[in-house]
């Protein structure tokens, strides 16, 4: 099992900067790709940025250029840098890892966007 925590949300304006962090503990050895999805009431899930055990990384468009993920494996950790926010960036963050075909999940953490 592998656990997840996520920190780092919170309210900002628009054109702000907010990092999230990921913490995994647990049985991490074997843990795959990590990455960040988001949620708002009513529309599905959707990802936003993820990075594998070897730093490849995917984005979704509409955060390109805007948002970095990095991991420090180490320490078992996936971090999202987000600036250049937009209100459409509202959402719940949720931390995702995959082990061994196993999806884990984190319980979330808010950003809010003010315009």
């Known amino acids: 099992q592998v656990q997840l925590v996520e920190s780092g949300g919170g309210l900002v304006q628009a054109g702000g900067s907010l990092r999230l962090s990921c913490a995994a503990s647990?049985?991490?050895?074997?843990?795959?790709?990590m990455g960040w999805y988001r949620q708002v009431p009513g529309k599905q899930r959707e990802l936003v940025a993820d990075?594998?055990?070897?730093?490849?990384?995917y984005y979704n468009y509409s955060v390109k250029g805007r948002f970095t993920v990095s991991r420090d494996n180490g320490k078992n950790n996936v971090y999202l840098q987000m600036n250049s926010l937009k209100p459409e960036d509202t959402a719940v963050y949720h931390c995702?890892?995959?082990?061994?075909?196993?999806?884990?999940w984190g319980q979330g953490t808010q950003v809010t966007v003010s315009s």
């Open positions: 990075i594998n055990n070897v730093g490849g990384t």
């Open positions: 647990g049985s991490t050895f074997g843990t795959g790709t």
């Open positions: 995702h890892a995959v082990k061994y075909g196993i999806d884990y």
